[in-house]
């Protein structure tokens, strides 16, 4: 009987094995075919959102070498900038001024969303610094030198 | 271009994990039976090399990963070229059966394959951890102890060592083709499941399990929908295939085994956190039975499992790596959240789109084995008490850990739980073996 049980939960799992790769395959052919013809840009901005362009801009207007205070108000845009913005070493931050030491950063990057509630107040110090603004989709980014 | 460029490179692992094999040089084995050792014995030397030049204040480059292997490659061959290589031409006999499971078993492998190079890498685990210091060591030429520091990086280096070795046979980042390590141990983990079981359950058995394994949708998304944990994968193949040299070991009583076995845990414990109380378990069991054997001269071969750990440990103090906050308060057993942690895990196991009914067979192998001991026998005991204890220790992590327990379990287990499933499908493939001859 003990034989009879596992042989037949050994057929379950092994159909169930086969049922899987049919439908992985149906959703191959479905969903995931016009993907093979896109850019891996293209497909980055698909699942990364407009987070991908934002951190393009910081990538093309912050040299190489820099240390970048980055203020921005999800993780996304955190991990997203720290991985394709290095040899620059970002630090992150939600608020504006949390853990802020001068003399340690180049950089000061504010990222408003504008469709958020949440706004970013520039603190009165950076008013008189030199900077840029770009504004990509629903971000406004603010990059101030130090 | 990128792809086969990157597929050498991959392969160029193996190759490293095959030639330690040549000069290790198992006696009585046929090719299949120590392929599946390769990646990880690859993986594990060429980081180990890198880290070492880093340790050293040498910058890494293609030529310095290569040369030394190919050096020892060309000595070997000096040395061996009195004996001929034979290459065995006999048609192996295969039935239609066993035809259509290969077919199956390749068709499955070359979806993972596809999967994996549709998009670049989409995870967060990727961005945040895993590829982000492959990135990073591609551009710096090796492993700085300040950025790791910067940046709060006390996870083991190994695997994301091993990934930039892509980066440097593409002479750039390519973070699509770089997924194509994950096919590879994919194909490994098949390869060790399938040729541990074919001396012991018959190839056909073999091929079933094994496509049983692949098939489990957890273990398609980890290797190529890119959608989860980066090192989860690997470390299943370190496991298991430490696992299954530690069995090949103690059937044998060969100390090549024995060395392969701490070799692959040692390494374990440097792609992921877990590796650690792996490497203990593993080490546990493998010294018990060196005493059992009464091979005390094999004791000193620890020593290839402590060296990893010590020198990472080591890197760490010298570096001054922060220490972890979270035990800054001492660390307290909150063993009042025992039924939690069962529940958390529980849950998991009856998932049905990630494990399909592997832990119900499972379950009842072990049912089985518990009212006919007779099906238990030492491999499947060794293999069973490998995954329990490693599992003890995850649930030891879930009594001390200071996290919330109703987010932690949820976002781990499934995770934790794939690093032992391998060795759980050989668990239930040998008493379904033994069930079979008994009655």
């Known amino acids: 009987m003990s034989k009879v049980v596992f042989s037949l939960l050994i057929i379950t799992m092994f159909a169930l094995g086969c049922y899987s790769l049919v439908r992985n395959y149906a959703s191959f052919v479905k969903h995931e075919i016009p993907e093979i013809f896109e850019s891996d840009d293209i497909k980055r901005i698909k699942y990364f959102g407009s987070t991908y362009p934002v951190v393009l801009s910081l990538k093309s207007n912050i ?7 980055l203020v921005a108000d999800d993780q996304k845009t955190h991990f997203l900038s720290k991985y394709f913005l290095y040899p620059r070493k970002v630090f992150f931050s939600e608020t504006v001024e949390s853990n802020f030491k001068h003399g340690h950063f180049d950089y000061y990057v504010v990222i408003d969303n504008l469709d958020s509630t949440r706004k970013y107040v520039i603190p009165l110090w950076l008013k008189f610094q030199k900077h840029k603004e770009i504004y990509i989709s629903n971000y406004k980014i603010q990059i101030f030198m130090l | ?25 198992i006696k009585n084995t046929k090719f299949i039976d120590i392929v599946g050792y390769s990646l990880p014995l690859g993986i594990g030397f060429v980081s180990f090399q890198l880290f070492i030049l880093s340790m050293l204040n040498l910058k890494w480059t293609l030529e310095a990963i290569l040369l030394p292997w190919l050096v020892i490659f060309f000595i070997f061959l000096l040395l061996n070229k009195e004996k001929k290589i034979r290459i065995n031409l006999t048609k192996p006999k295969i039935s239609f059966s066993h035809l259509v499971l290969l077919g199956l078993v390749l068709v499955q492998m070359f979806f993972v394959l596809v999967e994996s190079q549709l998009r670049p890498l989409i995870t967060w685990d990727g961005w945040a951890t895993w590829l982000f210091r492959s990135r990073m060591f591609f551009i710096d030429g090796g492993v700085l102890g300040n950025v790791q520091v910067f940046y709060d990086m006390d996870y083991p280096v190994f695997l994301s060592i091993a990934e930039s070795v892509v980066y440097f046979f593409l002479n750039r980042i390519d973070d699509r083709v770089v997924l194509l390590f994950y096919p590879a141990v994919y194909v490994s983990i098949f390869v060790l499941i ?35 944990g980066q090192a989860d994968l690997p470390l299943s193949l370190f496991f298991l295939s430490a696992s299954i040299a530690l069995v090949n070991y103690i059937k044998t009583n060969n100390f090549k085994y024995l060395l392969i076995t701490f070799l692959i845990s040692g390494f374990s414990t440097q792609i992921k956190s877990e590796g650690l109380p792996f490497a203990l378990v593993i080490g546990l069991i493998s010294n018990v039975f060196i005493l059992k054997l009464k091979s005390y001269k094999y004791l000193f071969l620890n020593l290839v499992w402590i060296c990893p750990i010590v020198i990472w440990e080591l890197y760490k103090v010298g570096h001054a790596f922060p220490a972890s906050f979270h035990f800054t308060k001492g660390i307290y057993v909150y063993f009042e959240r025992l039924p939690q ?86 668990v239930i493939a040998l008493i379904y073996s033994r069930v079979k001859i008994n009655k």
């Open chain 2, 1 to 25: 271009m990128s792809f086969f460029i990157g597929l050498i490179s991959v392969l160029f692992l193996s190759g490293v994990g095959l030639l330690t094999l040549r000069i290790i040089n």
């Open chain 2, 194 to 228: 399938y040729s541990f079981l074919r001396t012991r359950v018959g190839n056909y058995y073999a091929l079933i399990f094994g496509f049983m394994f692949i098939s489990l949708q957890i273990v398609v998304r980890h290797a190529g929908r890119f959608d989860a």
């Open chain 1, 63 to 69: 040299p190489d070498q820099s240390s970048l205070y």
């Open chain 2, 341 to 426: 942690i069962f529940i958390g895990i529980s849950k998991e196991l009856y998932v049905l789109r990630h494990w399909s009914i592997l832990w119900l067979l499972f379950l009842y192998a072990l049912f089985i084995g518990f009212t006919n001991k007779r099906v238990f026998y030492k491999e499947s005991i060794v293999l069973l008490l490998v995954a329990v204890l490693q599992m003890l220790s995850y649930i030891f992590i879930f009594l001390i850990t200071p996290h919330k327990l109703d987010v932690y379990i949820p976002n781990v287990i499934d995770r934790l739980l794939l690093h032992i499933s391998p060795i759980i499908i050989l």
